[in-house]
């Protein structure tokens, strides 16, 4: 479908096309859509032959499907045409135009016939006497629900106040069957064409409310046919001096005397025909409002820029041999590759993403993709046709994608019941569709999620379990681990860390971090169930235990090592020097079987390190003399260990149960204050057998909420 458009808000002639003349005569010849709208032949038909009137439509309707049964088209027409006959647009145009333009713009998507059926009735029901159980007698259940879901949407236009709980509307019924925002989509899309003989105030709302709401919903249909044209007539009404010079820059270079995107058109030909790779190349110009952005992108525009190249091939193998050749062959610019084919977006949309630089320095964008793929990528769900018919048109994998409940769509209506009122609901709503990029971030076990950019693990915790999050209490971002503020990149692999305590409370500083809709509103009924909650429970016990005003850590002796205390006895030390006093250093906390090594220090105590500890480089490099230590018999030792965690009720309590039960007694324990939801402890620790020691740190290990243990490596400085 063509991106041209003229301005709704000042008529007069179309837009001159971006692309070069040589290109628009290889391309099909299209019908012209708006043309129809306004002209379309009208008058009584003779029973049982096609009208006129809807020609267009079949012509279109053939072409994707040639075996169609065309008697339910010629029927809704004939009720359709006498139903609206003598009503008129605001245009002057007969009423039962509008039907007609609907329906075409659908058939050129290469809707299926239930679709089209319903699109000539969608406004029979709403604008005249025929009611849904006649259109259910003539036509079907399944029409009939497609009408009543068109019908129930047409309040949109009609006053702010009503807009949040049409739209709450409009996703239940699109959640249903994807095919009734098909048909609004198509719906508004002609309205917006007609829109010029409206006032400038209520042009301006509609265009708004296009803008905010339906593009975006267009966009992740996949339908970008209408999402484009939709765009650039929003953009014409709500921004006319800039689409004004954006019109202007193109028909300057439509005009000018080179043919950049021509030129490398041929290039790429030659390339594929030496490979004997059998490809179609097209060239893609931009639409307005595309001009408009890589304007303000790039400042001066150049040939290359007001347009892209389309190679279309049969098969996926082939879309990566025409990728092979034209890097082989062409100057390739590496950053601006992309797979969608290997990881689709979440409209369905499938293509490579490449780019290849020109002699004189232009770079031009080059898509490839199977005709299969184009097809999607133009009409996203409507190309998939009806998701309840007999499976035997479906791809050679067996399997189709199922429009009516895209991840997307299925998230918001998710939400949706749980938003609290409908101004809730309609502002979420708008901010989660202006987000108009998502990614697709990967769980350990190869499923996928897919966010808004620059969602956090909070979104991705969310996402994958809904409220049961609440008991989140960390991540690993990519095999690291990350905090739940953590902003996830395009292609990471999140695996998310989940508590056990069944009384887990989101913390209230989540909701600063919550990207997606899911995730705030998730939060905020936490917190508004819970008005005694502090919302900060994971991080409550580490503040209580962090002891003083002052910050200090809080220490938890086991045993008073004051007057009168028996000393745990160490780990037996061995050495070759008489009298010599021999003391574990407390940097590395050494105990049996690591590696160790001594080193004399004053009073002719000699401190024993780990051979890994940092401390002994740091004495080697200062001249220190190593002195030969070994273990003894005796297996007690004692030993430092710290623990890293996420925040959590209780985890101190959990891990001095568990240092307990492998029968370890505790000298002393320091928890720090928290720090971005992260608690570190540091316990000092006597083990009656150093055997002991790794089946210790495994238990701590397991205690939820607890990511890392280790031995304690404090960087000391040289006695």
Sequence with gaps: MSAEATNPANPGPAAPAAAPAAARRKSRARIDLRRLGRAALLGPAARGKLPDAIGHVVEAHRAHHPDADLEPLRRAYVLAESSHRGQMRKSGEPYITHPLAVTLILAELGAETTTLTASLLHDTVEDTDVTLE???????????????????????????????????????????????????LADRLHNMRTLGVMRPEKQARIAKVTRDVLIPLAERLGVQALKTELEDLVFAILHPEEYEHTRELIAGNAAGPDDTLAQTADSVRAVLREADIAAEVLIRPRHFVSVHRVTRKRGRLRGADFGRLLVLVAEDADCYGVLGELHTCMTPVVSEFKDFIAVPKFNLYQSLHTAVAREDG???????????????????????????????????DGERADPTRPGWLSRLLDWQEAAPDPDTFWSTLREDLAQDREITVFRPDGGALGLPEGASCVDAAYAQYGEDAHACIGARVNGRLATLSTVLRDGDTVQLLMGQDPASEPSREWLEHAHTAAARIAIQRWLAAHPGGTGDAHAEEAERTAGSAGGEPAVRPAASEGAGATRPRAADVRLDRPGATVRLAGCCTPVPPDRITGFAVRGGVVTVHRAECAAVAQMKSRGRTEIDVRWGDTTECRVTLVAESFGRPHLLADLTEAIALAGVDIVSATVEPPSQQRVRHTYTLQLPDAARLPALMRAMRDVPGVFDVARAQHRAPAP
Aim: hydrophobic share 40%; glycine share 8%.
């Design 362 to 396: 232009q770079v031009v964008e080059v898509l490839i993709r199977t005709h299969q793929m184009h097809r999607v990528a133009e009409a996203g769900v409507v190309a998939l046709g009806n998701p309840y018919a007999p499976g035997t048109d479906d791809p050679a």
């Design 134 to 184: 006649q259109v259910r007698e003539q036509f079907g259940e399944e029409v009939r629900y497609l009408v009543d879901g068109v019908t129930k949407l047409e309040k949109v236009d009609y006053g702010a106040a009503a807009e949040p709980e049409t739209f709450r509307k409009m996703l239940v019924a699109t959640g249903s069957d994807v095919r009734v925002m098909s048909i609004k």
